[in-house]
Each structure stands twice: as structure tokens, then as C-alpha cells.
């Protein structure tokens, strides 16, 4: 089911929504690493449910239990194992779904493909839930990037079409971007940030939800990193995007913007700065003819509305081949983009490191 990725390390993320466990097997890494489990776990936080009135109410501790390849924290062996426990699923709020499929949710492409046997409470296998073992593999390769001095960063960029400020992707404010990582919604403009809560307050007492974009920096990414045609960066960034529940478009640098620029503003004129080569503006996003070019790597990540929403919508039943109305029960996040920043920021940490173990 393609539950595994990565060339040299190799990360298998497995388990279900609502199952006892989830986890992940993170493959071929180097023993000798201290992980410091206090900044593991405060990664994890940022994306945990249940932690504010704009996400999920589901509670999970989401605290990592290694089974094995560590011994005091340090990593031991070429694998590590770990579990992260299921404890606050109501399946039961799944029961109708099982016949009712929901519009825009996995359950009847699932039905299609594998059938009414494979376990879709909480969205099963497709769940959101299984970002939280990625997290874990991603917090554990942003740890060690940042021993090589490679920093890595990410915030909201727009929520429901409200933009935080525009930057600099030449030089991204990695410290700011740090700085406000733990918000309740991590953007940098604190106007920006009231209207996106206003927004957030009006779709979920709506029992609606919206969309959003988070953006991804990563800073001393090394040069060379990538190849032409197939085996690309952004190829490899991609892959791994698109494996994350919700995700509808992935763009690199000025992305979209840059069909309304001409080549003249949009092309990254070079500079030596004391024999360094650099380019003034970074509408690139670090990557150019797939291969990192030492500028800082800069991609969006484009999330649709939750599916899941309160709201009364139109269905049919699988069984009687009739259309139905469906109302969901459950708890959903009105926006899961919000809950995204750590995910973009482990997608860049994994496939860094997958190139670093060459
Ligand atoms: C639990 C998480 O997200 C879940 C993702 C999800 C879905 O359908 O994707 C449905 C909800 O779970 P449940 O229906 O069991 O309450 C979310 O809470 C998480 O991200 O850790």
C-alpha cells in the first residue's frame, strides 16, 4: 500500500486511525545520535489534536514509545522502531459511513478498491492520524540536520484566501519563523492572524469547514542536491507531499506568481558575496533543473477544506443504491492546515537526509 519511502533511509509509517497503535520503522540510520526527546516531543505537539478550539477534539498524548534501536536516547542500531498509542477513538461515530460514503473523503474510493472489509473508522489507513508516526520519523532527521547547521522552518501562509506577509525567500527570518512555530496559528502578521481566527470562529460555528496553504523554508540546505528529469527535488519533495492526506497542489519558490512575471523579474540574478555564489532574489525556491542550488528551499504546501463537516450533505447508500442525505458525527478540524507546519517541515528534513545518507 505504499506505506514506505525513502532511497537510503527508509521510513515505513503503518497502522490505522483507530487501531491500538500507529508507529513507523525508520531504516538504515546512523547509530551514534543523541535524540533530545523534550524537542521530539514539542515537535510532535505542534500537530497533536485536540489542543485548540480550531482543531479536532479528539485528545491523543501523541508521545513516541521506542521498542527498539535506542538505549538512554541515543540511537543504537541501524533501525529504530516506535509505537504511538490510539487511546481517545469513538468508532461508533463511524457507523453510518460504512454504507453512507462521505463526499469528498477516501471512504468510497476505498470501498472501490478494497471493499467494506478494510477498517475505515476514522478515516482508517487515509486518516490525518498517520502524519503523526511521519512527524515522529521527520522530528528525529530535523535533529540531526541540525547538527550539520541545516535549519528548517515553516508557517500558514493563507487560510481560506487571508495571506500572512509576504517575505523575502532569499532570506527567510528563520529565527521569527521559530519564534512563533508553537501559535495556535503560526503566522507572522498579528492582524493577519485575528482575521484568520474571525474566519476560523465563523466556518466552525458554521459546522463548516476551509482550506490553506503552509509554507516551507529550509536554510544551508546543501548544494547538488537532486538530479535531472525523474529523480529531481522537487520530484522527491512531491512524493512525499502528496502522500499526505488533503493535499491538492505542492508549488516551489513564486510558484503560480511566477506565470504573471517575466523573465526579467523572475530570473534569479547571480552575486558573489566574498566568493560565495548567491542569487538576489530566490524565486526558485533553492531548486533550479531539479538540483538544490544552496538558496534557501522554499515550497508551499495546498491543503483543501477537511471533507468531514457537519453540515447536511448529499450521499447514497452503498447497500440500497439509493441516494441519501449524510450528517456526520465526530469530531473534525474545521481547518486541518492549521495542524500542517510540522508535517511540510518533516517532508523537507526526510528527503534532505535520504540524499545526505548517499
Ligand atoms: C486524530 C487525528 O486526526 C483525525 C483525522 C481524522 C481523519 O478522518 O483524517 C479524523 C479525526 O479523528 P476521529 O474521527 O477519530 O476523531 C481526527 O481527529 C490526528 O491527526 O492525530
Request: charged content about 25%; glycine content about 10%.
Amino acid at each position: 500500500m505504499g506505506q514506505s519511502f525513502g532511497k537510503n533511509l527508509k521510513v515505513t509509517i503503518f497502522g490505522s486511525s483507530h487501531q491500538e497503535y500507529i508507529g513507523v520503522v525508520i531504516d538504515n540510520v546512523k547509530p551514534g545520535f543523541e535524540i533530545d526527546m523534550v524537542k521530539l516531543d514539542d515537535f510532535m505537539q505542534r500537530r497533536a489534536p485536540g489542543k485548540s478550539r480550531f482543531t479536532t477534539k479528539r485528545k491523543e498524548s501523541d508521545k513516541a514509545i521506542f521498542i527498539s534501536g535506542l538505549r538512554e536516547n541515543k540511537i543504537i542500531s541501524k533501525t529504530i522502531t516506535a509505537l504511538i498509542k490510539n487511546n481517545n477513538f469513538k468508532s461508533k461515530d463511524y457507523n453510518n459511513l460504512n454504507d453512507i460514503p462521505r463526499p469528498s473523503h477516501a471512504d468510497y474510493t476505498s470501498f472501490i478498491k478494497y471493499g467494506k472489509d478494510m477498517d475505515m473508522n476514522g478515516g482508517g489507513p487515509f486518516s490525518g492520524r498517520l502524519t503523526a508516526p511521519f512527524c515522529l520519523a521527520g522530528g528525529i532527521a530535523k535533529q540531526i540536520l541540525e547538527e550539520k547547521n541545516i535549519k528548517i522552518a515553516s508557517r500558514i501562509k493563507n487560510i481560506g484566501g487571508i495571506y500572512d506577509k509576504s517575505l523575502d525567500l532569499a532570506n527567510p527570518p528563520m529565527d521569527e519563523l521559530e519564534k512563533i512555530s508553537q501559535k495556535e496559528i503560526p503566522v507572522l502578521d498579528e492582524k493577519k492572524e485575528e482575521e484568520i481566527r474571525k474566519l476560523l470562529e465563523d466556518v466552525r460555528s458554521e459546522g463548516d469547514s476551509i482550506g490553506g496553504i503552509c509554507q516551507v523554508f529550509g536554510e544551508n540546505i546543501p548544494q547538488g542536491l537532486g538530479d535531472p528529469l525523474f529523480d529531481s527535488f522537487e520530484a522527491k519533495i512531491s512524493y512525499l507531499s502528496f502522500g499526505i492526506p488533503a493535499l491538492r497542489a505542492i508549488s516551489f519558490g513564486e510558484g503560480l506568481n511566477s506565470i504573471n512575471m517575466r523573465g526579467s523579474a523572475h530570473n534569479d540574478q547571480f552575486e558573489l558575496e566574498n566568493g560565495k555564489v548567491k542569487t538576489r532574489t530566490n524565486n526558485a525556491g533553492g531548486i533550479v533543473g531539479g538540483i538544490t542550488n544552496g538558496m534557501p528551499v522554499v515550497f508551499d504546501l495546498i491543503f483543501k477544506p477537511t471533507p468531514s463537516i457537519s453540515l447536511k450533505q448529499k450521499s447514497f447508500s452503498i447497500r440500497e443504491k439509493k441516494e441519501k442525505d449524510l450528517l456526520i458525527k465526530g469530531r473534525h478540524d474545521p481547518c486541518l492546515a492549521l495542524r500542517t507546519p510540522p508535517i511540510g517541515e518533516a517532508i523537507l528534513a526526510l528527503t534532505v537526509l535520504d540524499y545526505l545518507y548517499e
